[in-house]
């Protein structure tokens, strides 16, 4: 059992230093969530509503996005070229200092 730490910058551009179990099978929408930060994730995590929509602020290299998260983005609002969804991205020891930046919420 392995921790990694996560930076996540919430919308008022307060860092917090999350620490993340990597043998818990979660992802960084459950993390933040677990972490009460403002994230929905309305759908549970399926990459069907974007309330978890992050931007890539370093360097990591991220698993392809998927058709439906792909999908998804194309639908949301506040979209930049390094946006994912946290529920798309699991915690494993290879995204260990990864930051992540809230996306604004759609009103």
């Known amino acids: 059992m ?5 930076t996540i910058i919430d919308r008022e551009g307060e860092a917090h230093e999350l ?4 043998d818990m099978n979660m992802n960084i929408m459950e993390l933040c969530k677990s972490y009460e930060l403002p ?3 309305e759908c549970g995590g399926m990459a069907m509503c974007a309330t978890c929509q992050c931007y890539l ?5 991220l ?7 792909l ?3 194309d639908q949301a609002f506040f979209v930049k070229p390094n946006s994912r969804l946290g ?15 809230l996306a ?3 009103e």
């Open 104 to 106: 604004p919420e759609a």
């Open 39 to 41: 994230v929905k994730g």
């Open 57 to 61: 602020e370093s360097d990591h290299q």
């Open 2 to 6: 392995a921790d990694i730490t996560i």
């Open 87 to 101: 529920c798309q991205i699991h915690i494993i020891e290879e995204i260990d200092g990864i930051v992540l930046r």
């Open 19 to 22: 620490l993340a179990p990597t």
């Open 71 to 73: 999908d998804m983005l």
């Open 63 to 69: 698993e392809e996005q998927s058709d439906a998260e």
